[in-house]
């Protein structure tokens, strides 16, 4: 049951922030990020393998372990969660969507504008410029057995083409951790939904809206410890409290 109160803040606000983690992907099959992995890659931790460092001392392993998530994700289907963005989207004038995700289900699901703080698994770059890299249409297929898929390299220059993600040690996308801020400044009610909070500096949005005296609404399964610094918790899967939000709005 969603009580009154972010209901009423969402129909009286000007602009509304979502920020996003790990969490509304969940029931689209996509692992989070600290849960456990599964599979080929089970008794591999994540923090391990984000990292530039993980990719220069192998790039075959850290290559199939993101060719493998890429997999997933082109095999997932957005969920009800990523669907009531969508909703909300079109029934709110002033919705910035800022998601930590690597995914695309914002964007299959419909929803536009979506900013991706950690970039995206779609869009590998060369290594040594930068300049996008085109892969090949197609799910990738699971490696025969084994982790390690070699990495493309650019014909031309024969640099190695990385994952376009933001790793751990990285700085953020300018424009787009710019936008984030900027939002979170600007925003009368901001939304965290199915992160742990423990990624910075995007946990620090939620601290910045808070300052300036946004009303803040937390969707999770779980405790994270920001439950006494919202001014709502709402407690369930993003694909069952949105969902009935959006109903009531
Ligand atoms: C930076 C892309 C400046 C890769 C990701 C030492 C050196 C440098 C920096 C640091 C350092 N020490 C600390 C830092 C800062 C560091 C950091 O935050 N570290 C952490 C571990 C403390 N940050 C950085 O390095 C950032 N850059 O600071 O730049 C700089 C630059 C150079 C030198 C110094 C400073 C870059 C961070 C970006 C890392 N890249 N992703 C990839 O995906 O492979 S982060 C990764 O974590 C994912 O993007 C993920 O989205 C993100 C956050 O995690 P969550 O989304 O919150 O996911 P999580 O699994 O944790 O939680 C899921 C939640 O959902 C849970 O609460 C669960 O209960 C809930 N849930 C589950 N199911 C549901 C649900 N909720 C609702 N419904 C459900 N159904």
């Known amino acids: 049951m969603i009580p009154e109160g972010p209901i009423g803040a969402l129909r009286a606000a000007g602009h509304v922030m979502l920020l996003t983690g790990a969490g509304i992907s ?6 989070t990020f600290r849960a456990p992995l599964t599979g080929l890659w089970e ?3 994540p923090m391990d393998f984000a990292t530039l460092h993980a990719f220069e001392s192998d790039p075959a392993l850290v290559w199939g372990w993101y060719e493998w998530r890429r997999m997933r994700v082109m095999q997932a289907e957005p969920n009800d969660g990523h669907l009531a963005i969508t909703a ?3 029934k709110l004038n002033g919705l910035s969507l800022i998601t930590q995700n690597v995914d695309d289900l914002h964007e299959r699901a419909g929803s ?11 869009q590998p770059r060369c290594m040594a410029c930068g300049k996008a890299h085109t892969l090949p249409p197609g799910i990738p297929v699971e490696p025969d057995g084994g982790r390690k898929v070699e990495p493309p390299r650019r014909r031309d220059c024969g640099s190695l083409i990385r994952p376009g993600v933001v790793w751990f040690g990285e700085s953020l996308p300018r424009k787009e951790w710019e936008a984030a801020e900027q939002a979170a400044r600007q925003c009368d009610v901001f ?7 423990v990624v910075e500096p995007a946990a620090s949005l939620l601290r910045l809206a808070s300052a300036r005296g ?3 609404v937390q969707i999770n399964t779980e405790d994270t410890g920001l439950e006494d610094r919202v001014t709502y918790n709402l407690r369930g899967p993003a694909a069952v409290v949105l969902p009935e939000l959006v109903r009531h709005l």
């Open 26 to 31: 969940a029931e689209s099959g996509l692992a």
């Open 43 to 45: 008794n591999f931790n």
């Open 88 to 90: 909300l989207q079109r």
């Open 112 to 122: 536009h504008f979506v900013r991706h703080l950690h970039g995206t698994i779609q």
């Open 191 to 197: 939304f965290c939904i199915g992160t742990s909070g």
């Open 214 to 216: 946004a009303i803040t």
